[in-house]
């Protein structure tokens, strides 16, 4: 199974986000143990940036990013990706650019705490409780 991880989902935990972590962090474990394949889009990981910045400063929300990718691989955000999105009937702009490198990988669903912010998308969005019980499942989306 492979799946795009939407940035709320790794703020969560990284913030320690109460209410979020617990289920997000789930998601993100079974990446860390190999169970899954988890992707990051490069364009998310500048506003992962921006907002741990505020937190951690500068060089803690660098450090932290560089612990997040050794479980998640980074996906490029391609000029095909944002003239996609440009296109899209996803209406939030950055949500059109997270689906449209989510299809690009051929990922099988974006882990997001906004399912309804990827209800056009082409890859469907799953929060990270469900996407633990599909990933536990055999796969199974939906």
Known sequence: MRALFDNN???????????????????????????????????????VWYILKKSLGSDGARMAIVDLTTALSITDTRATSVAEALLSPVDDFEDAVVAACAKRIGADAIVTRDKHGFAKSAVPAMSPAEFVKAARTGGQIG
């Open 9 to 47: 989902v790794v703020i969560d935990v990284l913030q320690s986000r109460a209410g979020f972590v617990e289920d997000s962090y789930a998601a993100l474990h079974l990446v860390a143990t190999g169970e899954v394949e988890g992707y990051i889009a490069a364009s998310s990981l500048v506003d």
